[in-house]
């Protein structure tokens, strides 16, 4: 299999991942008016293709001699169980944080929702993994918190503002408030789940018979396509907005509705399959541990941007939303700063 030798190969392909993980985002946006749960049928399928095609071409490649199937065949089947269930688990999640930026958009759910994951696993590693530095950690974790009360409160008060407009236009469909805290739980709730996922993609591919990254991703796909198709009768029989769906709904959809499924899931396992390479380097050629949290780290930024420089979600906001746009997207930066700092340190 293709296993990169040089740092600079190990940059590009984490360079390559933030791009990918940050922006697979933006073809739900750009399938149009098409409901989350149809969209995750594509979404699961693209990733298992593309993560297909990685493994029968990068992964059979290489002059190792060693291959996918091998790779596979020599793996435990505990490892094989550790990635489904690990695919099982960041499918639900991912499912709801796509609900959630079904309701709320990128801009919200992306810091959110990773926000709470960064500190679930976080906290997760702290206790299972090796020494961090506890001052860096949970500094950073403190800073990620205090970016998600500014998003919920920069998105709660976009709300308000939103429906005072309305009223004075006479378009206001009810008197009451809307309530912002649809969105903000679901992508909270994904985010727990979302961080919980990652440890068992390390027992995956931890000890002598533990699987590589192409054939973890294979397993991982397999895992979201399955779970899929039985999370969906869950959001398709009690929606989160609109009226419940039928199964034959899924194939009124455009060609071009499925096609954007279809590459966000393949853009996605392209990111999660680079990151995993570069964090199975061959040799003794590593990234810096610090560099590889911060790269891992930073999709949620990205895709921050595209929902609010692009789609302009949170486009008519007054100097309080504004300000704490710009704030929470710099406090979250500092946390993911400082989380990839505390590799440095080692806790006695």
Same mark, same amino acid.
């Given at each position: 299999?293709?296993?990169?030798?040089?740092?600079?190969?190990?940059?590009?392909?984490?360079?390559?991942?933030?791009?990918?993980?940050?922006?697979?985002?933006?073809?739900?946006?750009?399938?149009?008016?098409?409901?989350?749960?149809?969209?995750?049928?594509?979404?699961?399928?693209?990733?298992?293709?593309? /993560?297909?095609?990685?493994?029968?071409?990068? =992964?059979? *490649? &290489?002059?190792?001699? !060693? %291959? #996918?199937?091998?790779? +596979? $065949?020599? /793996?435990?089947?505990?490892?094989?169980?550790? =990635?489904? *269930? &690990?695919?099982?688990? !960041? %499918? #639900?999640?991912?499912? +709801? $944080?796509? /609900?959630?930026?079904?309701?709320?958009?990128?801009?919200?759910?992306?810091?959110?929702? !990773?926000?709470?994951?960064?500190?679930?696993?976080? /906290?997760?590693?702290?206790?299972?993994?090796?020494?961090?530095?506890?001052?860096?950690? !949970?500094?950073?974790?403190?800073?990620?918190?205090?970016?998600?009360?500014?998003?919920?409160?920069?998105?709660?008060?976009?709300?308000?503002?939103?429906?005072?407009?309305?009223?004075?236009?006479?378009?206001?469909?009810?008197?009451?408030?809307?309530?912002?805290?649809?969105?903000?739980?679901?992508?909270?709730?994904?985010?727990?789940?979302?961080?919980?996922?990652?440890?068992?993609?390390?027992?995956?591919?931890?000890?002598?018979?533990?699987?590589?990254?192409?054939?973890?991703?294979?397993?991982?796909?397999?895992?979201?396509?399955?779970?899929?198709?039985?999370?969906?009768?869950?959001?398709?029989?009690?929606?989160?907005?609109?009226?419940?769906?039928?199964?034959?709904?899924?194939?009124?959809?455009?060609?071009?509705?499925?096609?954007?499924?279809?590459?966000?899931?393949?853009?996605?396992?392209?990111?999660?399959?680079?990151?995993?390479?570069?964090?199975?380097?061959?040799?003794?050629?590593?990234?810096?541990?610090?560099?590889?949290?911060?790269?891992?780290?930073?999709?949620?930024?990205?895709?921050?941007?595209?929902?609010?420089?692009?789609?302009?979600?949170?486009?008519?906001?007054?100097?309080?939303?504004?300000?704490?746009?710009?704030?929470?997207?710099?406090?979250?930066?500092?946390?993911?700063?400082?989380?990839?700092?505390?590799?440095?340190?080692?806790?006695?």
């Amino acid at each position: 299999m293709i296993l990169p030798h040089d740092p600079t190969t190990l940059m590009y392909l984490m360079i390559l991942s933030l791009v990918c993980l940050g922006s697979w985002a933006n073809f739900y946006k750009l399938a149009g008016k098409w409901r989350f749960e149809l969209f995750c049928f594509d979404f699961a399928l693209g990733l298992l293709a593309v /993560a297909l095609i990685l493994a029968l071409t990068a =992964g059979n *490649l &290489g002059f190792d001699g !060693f %291959n #996918f199937h091998d790779d +596979l $065949m020599n /793996a435990g089947k505990r490892q094989w169980l550790f =990635g489904f *269930l &690990g695919g099982v688990i !960041f %499918n #639900f999640a991912n499912m +709801l $944080m796509i /609900a959630a930026f079904s309701v709320a958009g990128i801009a919200l759910t992306f810091p959110v929702g !990773f926000g709470v994951a960064f500190i679930v696993g976080s /906290a997760m590693s702290y206790a299972t993994g090796p020494g961090v530095s506890p001052a860096y950690l !949970f500094g950073g974790c403190g800073l990620l918190a205090l970016a998600v009360i500014l998003n919920c409160s920069a998105y709660s008060r976009l709300g308000v503002l939103k429906h005072e407009n309305q009223a004075r236009a006479g378009t206001a469909r009810s008197t009451r408030r809307p309530s912002a805290m649809q969105g903000i739980i679901l992508a909270m709730v994904g985010g727990v789940l979302m961080g919980c996922f990652a440890p068992l993609l390390g027992k995956a591919q931890s000890t002598e018979n533990g699987l590589g990254p192409y054939s973890l991703m294979a397993i991982f796909g397999l895992a979201v396509v399955f779970s899929t198709f039985v999370c969906n009768l869950f959001f398709m029989n009690l929606p989160i907005e609109g009226d419940p769906l039928e199964f034959s709904d899924y194939f009124k959809g455009s060609v071009r509705q499925h096609a954007m499924g279809a590459i966000g899931g393949g853009l996605w396992a392209l990111g999660a399959t680079a990151a995993l390479v570069v964090a199975t380097a061959k040799g003794d050629t590593h990234l810096p541990q610090m560099t590889f949290d911060l790269l891992s780290k930073s999709a949620p930024l990205l895709a921050a941007l595209f929902g609010l420089l692009v789609w302009r979600e949170y486009k008519g906001g007054d100097l309080r939303v504004k300000l704490s746009t710009v704030l929470m997207l710099l406090v979250f930066a500092g946390g993911v700063a400082a989380i990839s700092l505390a590799s440095f340190y080692t806790r006695t």
